[in-house]
């Protein structure tokens, strides 16, 4: 610091001034796509995957798959995956959620059981309306959250024990809420399994939101980088959001016309994609968002900056829990019935396993709500391919569970890698 | 350089006590810094510097004395009052998020916001504007906190106490395990932030780095005021002195009396 306490003012190419953010001499710099290519191979081979490790696990697997069965890629068997999906795949953004944090839910699938045995029993047995019924599930949802938000700020037992009490509570009221019924079916016609399965967008509609996405997404990076130029700060070069748009206007395009091909895109997955989108807006771009990765970093920091660590923790457990209600909503609209080992068996881990293959680290403050998105797409992929395949149950659960311990793997190692490298 | 006694003191406590329990870990402390003056402040472990700070920061309330900050007498209750009054405190533990970087850092909990979202532009903005003034050597404000070196997360959460606009700033031990280069890099900050009129209270136990930067050195000792020392009239030999007690004990409180017999003999 000593040494040279006069920063470079103006660049070499004599172009105007530096901004202000690159005029330190120990930057390297990098311009352009090539720039933006290798610092991001920079940042893969420091242990900062980020989603990396999950799309080349993505791949893989299609492939595979295809080359076992061609029908695996086939529009049909992609609009089932995409439908599938997504019941676990919200309650997965809820545990991305308490992962952030470095706390954990194991309750989620119980959660997702009894609300599904609440809008049953409300909807077909008590012959309230549907939306009534849905807002009695989610209320349940809320509820159980801030109980487990109160008892872990009152008495500061780790969430994972609240958590494994609640399982068995949640399941015994879910139990006893079916009452001697044991399953009840959800009739038809009604909006609920209306909406979970046979609802899909018009293609025309399908298209068009497949470009505008991108358009936004172009706008705001646009917008952004002009308020940073005025700013006096470097700005992103125009061509790799333009890249960047490009590939995503691509990859939507090509969603949509392989979905539309067979029935189209459900509305389902269309909630699930804006429920992702939200939420990463949320945990990035907001107060909260940020409290909510500065406790998972670290606690005690978060604390005396005057966050008020115990609602981040109230509202974190109180989203997850309420994610995990939607989630047995439109599980029990999409097999139109709710019984009593809905959101049993491997609802649970299947949830957890997705957001840390999506790449939300288990130690917390580090992931990103796509990981859920991202994640389930992998489980899905995986369970859908073996039971194309005929293969039974039992391997199923070993591949799932041996994929589960090569995200965890990935993660413990590239948070070595990370700390190796300065990156932590 | 503003060591002049003159300048009325902008934190000053009198006859502060604070015990806990059976123990006296103040008693009676006497202690001012002035606007644009840097007093260290040292002592043995257990002589109650940390008991000090933290009744300044606002964590102990204490069991009598009299605070006045800059110009009214004040009782401080809470960290948050303290840092409300004007009191900023960088603990040696320096609380920050490695997750996040130094923006998010810099910003943590006083966010600055557009339309409701995080305005990442302007708080970058803002904190290359602060990390300038403090002269500071971070390249990146885009990388996490994890990946600086010792002396830079220091810098960063300096950096973050000054963005409440404060009177006093309180470093503890802010070059313990620190290296030679580092530990000037913080040192110069030290002065910068006395250059800039603020009142610092330089918690250290290196001899070499109070000589280097403070003005004036508060000794304490076993929860008494041991003396204060103007750094241009002193040594460290002196403070050492004053910090042990070598010269309160039975031997030099005889070799002492015995010296102006000596000279009548």
């Known amino acids: 610091?000593?040494?040279?306490?006069?920063?470079?003012?103006?660049?070499?190419?004599?172009?105007?001034?530096?901004?202000?953010?690159?005029?330190?001499?120990?930057?390297?710099?990098?311009?352009?796509?090539?720039?933006?290519?290798?610092?991001?191979?920079?940042?893969?081979?420091?242990?900062?995957?980020?989603?990396?490790?999950?799309?080349?696990?993505?791949?893989?697997?299609?492939?595979?798959?295809?080359?076992?069965?061609?029908?695996?890629?086939?529009?049909?068997?992609?609009?089932?995956?995409?439908?599938?999906?997504?019941?676990?795949?919200?309650?997965?953004?809820?545990?991305?959620?308490?992962?952030?944090?470095?706390?954990?839910?194991?309750?989620?699938?119980?959660?997702?059981?009894?609300?599904?045995?609440?809008?049953?029993?409300?909807?077909?047995?008590?012959?309230?309306?549907?939306?009534?019924?849905?807002?009695?599930?989610?209320?349940?949802?809320?509820?159980?959250?801030?109980?487990?938000?109160?008892?872990?700020?009152?008495?500061?037992?780790?969430?994972?024990?609240?958590?494994?009490?609640?399982?068995?509570?949640?399941?015994?009221?879910?139990?006893?809420?079916?009452?001697?019924?044991?399953?009840?079916?959800?009739?038809?016609?009604?909006?609920?399994?209306?909406?979970?399965?046979?609802?899909?967008?018009?293609?025309?509609?399908?298209?068009?939101?497949?470009?505008?996405?991108?358009?936004?997404?172009?706008?705001?990076?646009?917008?952004?980088?002009?308020?940073?130029?005025?700013?006096?700060?470097?700005?992103?070069?125009?061509?790799?959001?333009?890249?960047?748009?490009?590939?995503?206007?691509?990859?939507?395009?090509?969603?949509?016309?392989?979905?539309?091909?067979?029935?189209?895109?459900?509305?389902?997955?269309?909630?699930?994609?804006?429920?992702?989108?939200?939420?990463?807006?949320?945990?990035?771009?907001?107060?909260?968002?940020?409290?909510?990765?500065?406790?998972?970093?670290?606690?005690?920091?978060?604390?005396?900056?005057?966050?008020?660590?115990?609602?981040?923790?109230?509202?974190?457990?109180?989203?997850?829990?309420?994610?995990?209600?939607?989630?047995?909503?439109?599980?029990?609209?999409?097999?139109?019935?709710?019984?009593?080992?809905?959101?049993?068996a491997d609802t649970n881990l299947n949830a957890i396993a997705a957001a840390v293959i999506g790449g939300t680290s288990l130690f917390g403050g580090r992931g990103s709500a796509y990981s859920a998105l991202l994640g389930i797409l992998v489980i899905f992929s995986i369970s859908n391919g073996l039971a194309l395949l005929s293969v039974s149950s039992d391997v199923r659960f070993v591949v799932t569970g041996a994929v589960l311990l090569l995200a965890v793997v990935i993660d413990s190692l590239s948070r070595r890698s990370r700390v190796a490298h300065g990156r932590a | 350089m503003s060591t002049t006694t003159t300048l009325a003191p902008v934190l000053s406590m009198t006859g502060v006590s604070k015990r806990f329990g059976a123990v006296q870990a103040l008693k009676d402390i006497d202690f001012d810094v002035a606007a644009g003056e840097v007093v260290a402040l040292v002592g043995d472990n257990g002589a109650g510097k940390s008991t000090l700070v933290k009744t300044i920061a606002g964590v102990y309330s204490p069991d009598g004395g009299r605070i006045v900050f800059d110009g009214s007498p004040v009782t401080i209750t809470s960290p948050s009052q303290a840092q409300a009054l004007g009191i900023a405190t960088v603990f040696q533990d320096l609380a920050l998020c490695d997750n996040l970087d130094v923006v998010g850092n810099l910003f943590l909990g006083n966010e600055v916001l557009r339309k409701r979202a995080l305005d990442e532009v302007t708080m970058e903005q803002e904190s290359w504007r602060l990390l300038r003034e403090l002269s500071a050597k971070i390249p990146s404000v885009r990388i996490p906190v994890a990946s600086l070196s010792g002396g830079q997360r220091q810098t960063v959460a300096i950096a973050r106490s000054l963005l409440g606009a404060p009177k006093v700033v309180m470093l503890d031990e802010p070059t313990a395990a620190l290296g030679v280069a580092q530990t000037a890099e913080v040192l110069n900050l030290v002065e910068r932030l006395r250059e800039k009129g603020l009142g610092v209270i330089l918690i250290s136990h290196n001899m070499s780095d109070v000589m280097a930067v403070a003005d004036r050195v508060a000794v304490l000792r076993l929860g008494l005021n041991n003396g204060v020392f103007r750094v241009a009239d002193t040594n460290s030999q002196e403070i050492i002195a004053a910090i042990t007690g070598a010269t309160t004990n039975a031997v030099t409180a005889r070799a002492a009396r015995r010296a102006p017999q000596e000279e009548q003999s």
Request: with cysteine; net charge positive; hydrophobic share 55%.
């Open chain 1, 1 to 344: 610091m000593t040494t040279s306490q006069t920063p470079p003012s103006t660049d070499p190419t004599g172009a105007g001034p530096v901004p202000s953010d690159l005029q330190d001499e120990r930057l390297i710099a990098s311009q352009g796509i090539g720039g933006w290519a290798s610092a991001t191979w920079d940042r893969v081979r420091s242990g900062d995957l980020g989603s990396l490790p999950v799309v080349v696990g993505l791949v893989l697997i299609w492939g595979v798959f295809y080359a076992l069965n061609p029908l695996f890629l086939s529009s049909r068997n992609l609009v089932n995956l995409t439908v599938q999906m997504v019941p676990i795949g919200v309650i997965a953004i809820g545990v991305v959620l308490v992962l952030l944090l470095g706390q954990i839910d194991l309750s989620v699938g119980s959660m997702s059981g009894l609300a599904g045995a609440v809008v049953a029993v409300l909807f077909v047995n008590q012959g309230l309306n549907i939306w009534v019924a849905i807002a009695a599930a989610l209320v349940v949802g809320v509820a159980t959250g801030l109980v487990y938000g109160m008892l872990f700020n009152r008495f500061g037992v780790p969430s994972f024990v609240i958590t494994l009490a609640g399982l068995l509570v949640l399941l015994g009221l879910q139990i006893r809420t079916l009452g001697t019924d044991g399953t009840i079916n959800l009739p038809f016609e009604s909006g609920l399994v209306q909406f979970a399965s046979q609802q899909f967008l018009p293609a025309a509609l399908a298209y068009v939101l497949a470009v505008a996405v991108p358009a936004v997404y172009l706008l705001t990076r646009l917008n952004t980088d002009r308020r940073r130029s005025a700013a006096g700060l470097s700005a992103q070069p125009l061509a790799t959001v333009a890249l960047r748009a490009g590939l995503l206007t691509v990859l939507l395009l090509a969603a949509t016309y392989v979905l539309n091909r067979d029935r189209g895109v459900s509305y389902m997955v269309v909630l699930f994609v804006v429920l992702v989108v939200v939420m990463d807006l949320v945990i990035r771009r907001t107060r909260w968002g940020r409290s909510v990765l500065a406790i998972g970093g670290n606690v005690e920091a978060a604390r005396r900056a005057g966050i008020n660590v115990k609602r981040v923790y109230l509202t974190v457990f109180t989203l997850c829990s309420t994610f995990a209600a939607l989630g047995g909503v439109l599980a029990a609209g999409r097999l139109a019935s709710a019984n009593q080992s809905s959101g049993g």
